[in-house]
């Protein structure tokens, strides 16, 4: 079963009544993003979305969205095909963009914009994974507001959109309807963070151990700069 196929699957109650999904979720790669934050953030998902560890999406569901069906390039050079083409935003209740080479900013498509666009004004959360956050800032979508970036990129961020508030001793920023991450594994505490406000701490918190991961981070736990 593919993807798609997954995120198409019903599931139904003991009663036999449809379970409808409390959160939706697509994500949106670019060219050059980073593998680590994106797999973080989707396991969280993965073992959240139902009770056991079948890997099946009923409590939460997720697509990966891309302009055209090309599979895209990871930073790694392992690449991913997109499940289906961009569509209707309304669909998700948040619109996820990972990122992660700062120099392929210029291959990322007029589609994309568009539909970080029409997303925002459907008002449709939007997250910014890594260099996702200058994909957002790209998009005009960050203008006066308060954003994370990882450290390693304060300068050329600066540089490039001085009427946005770069935050570095966070490891995910939340500001109306925008959500930054700096990327790597603080992609998982701020999937955990989204899960808590709609499935609940315990269903949440249910990959953390199978992930190896010790604790959840709060977004204001002081991330490790470079050479400490």
Known sequence: MNGLE??????????????????????????GFTILPLAGFIDTLRHA??????????YCKWKILGPSMEPIPSSCGITIPPWELYGDPSEFD??????????????VSEQTYEFLNKAEELGIPLVGLCVGVFVLAEAG????????????????????????????????????NRITC??????IDLAV??????????????????????QHRENLHTPRHPYD
């Open 6 to 31: 997954k995120y198409n699957q019903n599931f139904h109650d003991l009663d036999g009544r449809l379970i409808q999904p409390d959160l939706r979720i697509g994500f949106v790669l670019v060219p």
């Open 141 to 176: 979508l960050l203008i006066n507001q308060k954003c994370a970036v990882h450290p390693r990129h304060l300068t050329e961020f600066v540089d490039r959109y001085p009427n946005i508030i770069p935050i570095i001793d966070e490891l995910f920023v939340i500001d109306l």
């Open 94 to 107: 948040y619109i996820v963009v990972v990122g992660g080479q700062t120099d392929l900013l210029r291959s």
């Open 49 to 58: 979305a139902d009770e056991s560890d079948h890997s099946q999406q009923v």
């Open 182 to 187: 700096a990327g790597g594994t603080a992609a």
């Open 193 to 214: 963070s989204i899960l808590m406000n709609h499935l609940g701490e315990t269903q949440a918190r249910k990959g953390l151990s199978h992930m190896m991961v010790d």
